[in-house]
């Protein structure tokens, strides 16, 4: 074995700014220098050899002048500087220096402090030499005896580690293991000799447990996490032995400690499919997750719910114990409250809905009462969206659930207002028998609405829904009473000027409770509503902002989108008035009392007055709405009082189908068919139940980066990731296999020597660019002629951005006087694909991040491509990106394109972009043309995937002309 691929135990970082000693002064330093300087001295020529240096000259003075000092600090150091550096000569023979180090070792084991003994113990267990040991084992053996707990643990753990590596050094291993085992009371010893027994000799372990089955609940906890693991493995090689096991298994089930009850949890359900077991191990990981306060703990015990529920026996089960999975709502950490309201809603059925609509009320009263903060909105935010998807999947609790919703109509967090808003569009399609409750309700809160978005969809949502005779003049008062009096423009100017004003009757008589009569200087009567009285003014002066109702207030800032809105509701009212009144002058005072409302809005916009002026495309709205009100046309009546609701319906439609895709997609069919009984874990894909294998191997597996298998093959998928690094030509060829397990970056190089000489203290130097950081240096190894090695070197990721790993390789050659030789690396770039994921996310929360993230990167379209959606496929493809668009908005072919993409990171970055393509239709073959526009919250993220596009695009155009030509 090469000395890259020797196991390494302990990591030590080197200073950057370390230089390499005087060895003459080390020398000196380590002969004649007090306790201190003889460390210090000790810890550079630790350094010196991670470094690769030789220091066998060094050998002899540290065992002579610093092997016999009896100060700790020194034992210590000296018990790493034995563990890395060499022991054998270049032909494997142990050097004869080591026989002095050995009979040190052999008095360190006899010390009468038992730190000493118990940290030498823990030395042997990482000496990789049979002659070294050998001389050691009566030694060792004696501590079995010792008085103190600390050195007999650490004598066990050495006789279990030489045992598995050297058993011909102690055949009688397991028999003096169990016999210690018998008469030993101290529970870390136990269970160091317990664990032993599991790999070493299992039969002698099973016999120990059956002997005190019944006092498990009794032991420690260490001890505890020893016996779930021997019954784990030994339920999962011999099923037939469950029904000896499983009782202790469920009484580990009440122990004190937390670690205990989780893999008790854990190894029930993968034991049994019982319905009482199930319920048990779901009942020991709900009551984890309330009580641990850790909300990492708290979401690892989640995902184990979640898988639990992913096995449709299990999802039966799990759904009776709803309620108690909402007691972790009791959790302040919005990532926990997400998880569990998910889980929940998967789960809930009808006979459990109105309970839980029931908890999730409480829960938004505890938000609305409590000190606003963060995560409170977000949550209250949260909390509707579940009531939504409840009353869409149960109807049945919509009655109760809306009345409470429209309260949050008039929330300072316009997220939570819109998500109301979206949940009755839906409910109002839905549900026709709720219509008018919900009706009014929506009328009752408009006039407490705070945010323009809001009042916009609310006055869409009333104009489409609004089909009785007495809500459509509520509607039209509320309009009346939120604009103030009418034209806008001549009451601005009257304002200006500092006239006393008049309120409009309409506004009064709509006003209700809102409104209180004032008596003027004159004496005549004037009316002041809720929207013109400001709170706290000082002086008796009040800013102009305030003195106007909310929808003037809008439009005077300059923003005519819901004016548009607003002339859109207006027709649809007027339209839908004639149908239901058949006397022509109510109906033409209805009409012409809307025309009012639109042109005065469209006077104002002109006017110069608001802040801003009125847009081309919101004022060929209102004009068009003017023209429909005046015309009233067939066609023109069909589109607003029909068309418009058909397309709602559609779109809707359109959601559910994407939805229930999606979740499709996640549910996966678990089938065990009777001819394929044999799991094997080398061909397993490690996709399927946690049941289809050993867990032990597989989360070691998972843990190691071995266990994760593409659906490719994996040959053919590794080899796409060789890179190579040097020439053919070079006189040492290199590549590496890159193989990127989340977080880390393990680079498997192969070296191969293509010289006739023997290449010495020939070493891998690597350096990084970007947020990539060597964990460890590469040793330096020794080369025969046209012999070969592979070295392992690994890299810590730590964000999404493209990485470079660039180095050379250095080396002497044996006989040579010259200088080193140095032979310069190919560069290594870090896929930034490795960390993207797909990712969904809502259209309104797309268009949050959108507005929020600050680095942006346009990449314009550069490619041969004809087809606009098959350009869209390709980029998709090759940067890992979800489509957020819908299908049906993307077909068809009318020369232009536009989709959303959305993705994360590991990291939990998220990446948007907008895709802008276009098409000239007169040339079918022409390419297709436009631009990406990429946003991120970080410039690495941005800037990462511009280039993984732009790279994408020049390959994919060098393919085509390889094909053309």
């Known amino acids: 074995m090469s000395t890259a691929e020797l196991p390494c135990y302990t990591l030590i970082n080197v200073p950057s700014d370390f230089e390499t ?111 070294l040991l050998e001389p050691l084992m009566p030694t060792i053996r004696a501590c079995l005896e010792h008085r103190h707990s600390y050195v007999r643990r650490n004598a066990v753990m050495a006789i279990f580690t030489i045992y598995k590596n050297f058993d011909f050094l102690i055949p009688d291993a397991p028999e003096l293991i169990a016999n210690f085992l018998d008469g030993e009371q101290d529970m870390s010893c136990k269970r160091n000799a317990f664990m032993m027994l599991i790999h070493a000799d299992q039969e002698r372990a099973l016999s120990y447990l059956s002997t005190c089955i019944d006092q498990v609940h009794s032991f420690g906890d260490i001890l505890q996490l020893v016996i779930v693991e021997l019954i784990y493995r030994v339920c999962h090689q011999n099923p037939s032995e469950r029904s000896r096991f499983i009782r202790c298994i469920y009484n580990l089930l ?147 659930v809306i009345p409470l919703l429209m309260e949050f109509l008039s929330d300072n967090n316009e997220l939570a207002a819109m998500d109301v808003l979206i949940f009755v569009r839906e409910a109002m399609s839905r549900f026709s028998n709720l219509r008018p409750i919900m009706i009014e309700k929506l009328l009752e809160a408009f006039s407490g609405i705070k945010g323009v978005k809001i009042h916009r969809a609310a006055l869409w949502i009333l104009g489409e829904y609004c089909e009785r005779g007495q809500d459509l003049q509520a509607l039209l008062s509320e309009i009346r009473q939120s604009l103030g009096e009418i034209p806008l423009v001549d009451d601005e100017i009257r304002k200006a000027a500092g006239e006393e004003v008049l309120e409009d009757e309409s506004v009064s008589a709509a006003a209700g409770s809102t409104v209180t009569r004032l ?44 004016g548009a809105a607003l002339g859109s509701t207006l027709t649809k009212l007027a339209l839908r008035w004639d149908g239901l009144v058949k006397d022509e002058m109510k109906q033409n005072r209805f009409t012409a009392e809307c025309m009012l409302v639109i042109s005065s809005i469209l006077h104002l916009g002109t006017s110069g007055l608001p802040e801003k002026p009125i847009t081309k495309d919101d004022e060929d709205r209102l004009q068009l709405c003017l023209k429909v009100l005046a015309d009233k046309t067939g066609l023109l009546s069909t589109v607003f009082n029909t068309d418009c609701r058909e397309a709602l319906g559609q779109m809707l439609e359109a959601q559910v189908q994407v939805e229930g895709t999606n979740t499709g997609m996640e549910k996966k069919v678990v089938s065990i068919q009777p001819d394929s009984p044999i799991n094997f874990l080398q061909l397993s894909k490690l996709d399927s139940l946690v049941g289809a294998g050993d867990i032990l191997d597989i989360s070691l597996n998972q843990a190691l980066g071995t266990g994760r298998i593409s659906k490719a093959d994996f040959a053919s998928s590794k080899l796409n990731k060789v890179t190579q690094l040097t020439g053919f030509s070079d ?88 200088d080193r030789n140095v032979v310069v690396l190919n560069d290594i770039h870090i896929d930034i694909m490795d960390y993207i994921v797909p990712a969904t996310c809502t259209e309104t929360e797309f268009r949050s991040m959108w507005a929020e993230f600050e680095w942006e990167n346009k990449v314009s379209v550069n490619t041969t491509l004809a087809n606009l959606s098959a350009y869209l496929t390709s980029l998709l493809a090759s940067t890992n990106m979800k489509c957020l668009t819908p299908d049906k908005a993307l077909e068809g072919e009318c020369g232009f394109m536009a989709a959303n993409l959305y993705a994360k990171s590991i990291f939990g970055e998220d990446a948007l972009a907008n895709v802008s393509l276009e098409k000239n239709m007169a040339k079918p073959d022409s390419p297709v043309t436009g631009h990406i526009r990429i946003r991120a919250k970080s410039q690495g993220m941005a800037l990462s995937l511009g280039d993984k596009i732009n790279m994408s695009q020049k390959t994919r155009q060098k393919k085509m002309v390889a094909t053309q030509g």
């Not at 060499?86 to 494997?92: A, E, V």
């Not at 009551?287 to 708290?298: G, H, Y």
């Not at 200087?521 to 902002?545: L, R």
């Not at 660039?806 to 006087?817: K, R």
Request: glycine share 6%.
């Open 21 to 131: 000693p005087n060895e003459m002064q080390l020398k000196s330093d380590l002969e004649k220098g007090d306790i201190k300087v003889k460390t210090e001295a000790l810890k550079k020529a630790i350094y010196m050899i991670l470094n690769g240096e030789k220091i066998s000259g060094l050998l002899m003075t540290i065992i002579r002048f610093v092997l016999p000092s009896q100060d700790h600090m020194i034992k210590k150091m000296l018990l790493v500087f034995w563990e890395i550096v060499p022991k054998t000569y270049p032909d494997g023979k142990l050097m004869q220096e080591m026989i002095l180090v050995c009979d040190a070792y052999r008095k360190d084991l006899q010390h009468p402090n038992e730190f000493i003994r118990g940290s030498t113990l823990r030395f042997l267990c990482k000496l990789k030499e049979p002659e």
């Open 254 to 400: 009440n122990s004190n400690s937390a670690a205990v009850r989780y893999e008790a949890a854990g190894t029930l359900v993968t034991l049994s499919n019982a319905p009482t077991a199930v319920k048990a191990a779901a009942s020991a990981y709900i009551e984890l997750i309330v009580k641990e306060s850790d909300n990492n703990v708290k979401l690892i015990v989640l995902d184990r719910l979640v898988a639990m529920r992913d096995s449709p026996s299990h999802e039966k089960i799990l759904a009776e114990q709803v309620m108690d999975i909402l007691r972790v709502l009791s959790s302040p950490d919005l990532e926990v409250r997400r998880k569990t309201l998910s889980l929940a809603m998967e789960l809930v059925t009808s006979r459990n809905i109105e309970e839980m609509v029931l908890i999730l009320k409480k829960e938004i009263s505890k938000t609305a009462g409590s000190v606003e903060q963060e995560d409170t909105g977000k949550y209250r935010q949260l909390l509707v969206r579940t009531l939504h998807s409840a009353c869409i999947k149960f109807p049945d609790v919509a009655g109760t």
């Open 519 to 562: 008596v003027t200087a004159d004496g005549t009567y004037a009316t002041q509503s809720a929207f013109s009285q400001g709170g706290g003014d000082a002086g008796g002066k009040k800013g102009k902002g305030e003195e106007r109702p909310p929808l003037r207030k809008y439009l005077m800032e300059g923003d005519f989108f819901i």
């Open 731 to 818: 006189p040492v060829y290199a590549e590496a296999y890159v193989n990127v397990n989340q977080y880390d970056i393990v680079l498997d190089v192969l070296i191969v020597n293509q010289t006739r000489d023997t290449l010495q203290a020939c070493t891998l130097e690597l350096a990084t660019l970007g947020d990539l950081k060597l964990v460890e240096k590469p040793q330096p190894i020794v080369l025969a002629p046209n012999d070969f090695a592979n070295i392992k070197a690994n890299v810590k990721v730590a964000s999404t951005e493209n990485g470079i790993i660039f180095g050379n390789i250095v080396y002497d050659v044996a006989g040579s006087t010259s």
